[in-house]
């Protein structure tokens, strides 16, 4: 019985070794370049041409004159108010001042409303066929074809470009059609130029489209006749 329990063992070791590769040797003879490549594809930094769907939001800086006028009207209320004792019947004092705080605080209101709302909920997506502009359920969705578009224009005052941002004109290639304004973009003259590069690629990619579809047609005729 041990006999034979030997030469059954010694055959199993026999194939093993001879079509079979043990979990030792597949983990220790797993390729390194491999992993090299893996680990320098994720620490390499993405690349925003490369993305198939691009995406930048409001920048608050356009905000920056409505927060100052709102300041300056604050500051000329509470000397107002300080000063405005002197000039109205004692028992209208309380009525003007309450009014007075009532005007600020639905000004401030409506500033940080439209602060909060902007930063939040617009949107500019660009994919590979069009450009979306989101603002909001207060705005409707703005979906422009890329193919569409003839160029795209900077258009921006000189404190905006001391701060970093614009509004970019989408130029459409009929001549009665409307530009669209998108507001308030970080980086403008960089988001041009990737929209632009969007176009070209949107057109030589409905060309390629074209030329599949006639190709298809005539094989599809060739075939009946």
């Given amino acids: ?39 320098e594809r994720q620490t390499r930094p993405p690349d925003k041409s490369e993305s198939s769907v691009l995406c930048v939001g409001y920048d608050a800086k356009h905000l920056l004159p409505g927060f100052v006028l709102g300041v300056a009207l604050t500051l000329a209320a509470i000397a107002a108010s300080v000063k405005v004792r002197s000039f109205i019947p004692a028992w209208l004092a309380p009525l003007a001042i309450s009014l007075l705080w009532a005007g600020l605080a639905a000004l401030w209101t409506y500033l940080l409303f439209r ?25 409707p969705r703005c979906n422009v074809p890329l193919t569409g578009l003839a160029r795209v224009e900077v258009r921006q005052s000189w404190w905006q470009g001391l701060l970093g941002f614009g509004h970019l004109a989408l130029i459409p290639e009929s001549p009665g059609a409307e530009a669209t304004l998108l507001l308030a973009l970080t980086e403008p003259h960089t988001w041009a130029e990737l929209i632009t590069k969007r176009i070209q690629q949107a057109r030589e990619a409905g060309v390629q489209e074209s030329h599949l579809r006639v190709g298809v047609a005539q094989g599809t005729a060739s075939l009946i006749t």
């Fill in 1 to 39: 019985m041990s006999e034979n329990l030997t030469s059954v063992a010694g055959t199993i070791s026999e194939q093993s070794q001879a079509g079979l590769r043990s979990p030792e040797k597949v983990i220790i003879g797993s390729p390194v370049g491999a992993t090299g490549a893996k680990e």
């Fill in 115 to 139: 602060w909060a709302y902007r930063v939040l909920f617009w949107r500019v997506e660009v994919t590979e066929r069009e450009l979306v502009y989101r603002r909001g359920w207060l705005w």
